[in-house]
């Protein structure tokens, strides 16, 4: 259960920040940024380094240089998001295994004792222990592997939010760093320009 906690966590803590807020925030400014001016304000947050890899990515001119860092940036997140991606599954089936594996052995043990013929005891009140602490086990077994699989869907489906904020964060520095317009609240068109044009100038359309 603690294995699939952690693998929970990686997926919480995939980035330090919420991309698809990030994303959503500079949709929203009145201003013009430019990735670069972005990557000056996430120096001062040491974990941030996939993000700044987006930013130097999109500070590059060359074409070709800037698609082949924007996919490592994008390999490096896949590879985040793999982290202790089984756990969950192999803790469950190690689980529900357990509780019935520790059901037989009790069977077992407790069946085992009627081949000496004690008169203290009857049969029936020896198998209905043995059968009774066999329910319990594989109760324990099934319970864990529930809660496990449990832990499994919250990584998922917070696995696909964070995924679907960290696209929409490339995306929109990506339309930043070319100058496209992006579309404000109020939707009117903000448009900006590269850094190596000469500046970055804001105008409404």
């Avoid at 803790?91 to 295994?97: F, G, N």
């Avoid at 081949?115 to 329910?135: E, H, N, Q, R």
């Amino acid at each position: 259960m603690a294995a699939s906690a952690r693998r929970l966590r990686y997926v919480i803590e995939l980035t330090p920040f919420d991309d698809g807020m990030l994303a959503d925030g500079l949709r929203d400014l009145a201003g013009a940024v430019h990735p670069g001016a972005l990557d000056a304000a996430l120096a001062g947050f040491p974990d941030s380094d996939w993000e700044r890899s987006l930013t130097e990515a999109l500070q590059r001119p060359e074409a070709d240089a800037r698609a082949a860092m924007l996919g490592e940036s994008m390999t490096e997140l896949d590879f985040r998001t793999r982290r202790w991606a089984r756990v969950p599954r192999v803790a469950a089936s190690l689980s529900s295994s357990c509780g019935f594996l520790l059901a037989t052995f009790g069977l077992r043990i407790g069946l085992s004792s009627l081949l000496g013929g004690s008169a203290a005891t009857s049969a029936d009140v020896v198998v209905d222990g043995a059968v009774l602490d066999a329910i319990d086990a594989v109760a324990l077994g099934l319970a864990g592997a529930a809660m496990c699989s449990a832990v499994q869907r919250a990584a998922r489906e917070a696995l696909s939010r964070r995924l679907a904020g960290a696209l929409r964060l490339a995306d929109r520095l990506e339309r930043l760093a070319d100058g496209v317009a992006l579309p404000l609240a109020d939707g009117t068109a903000h448009v900006t320009v590269p850094a190596e044009s000469g500046g970055s100038v804001p105008t409404v359309a």
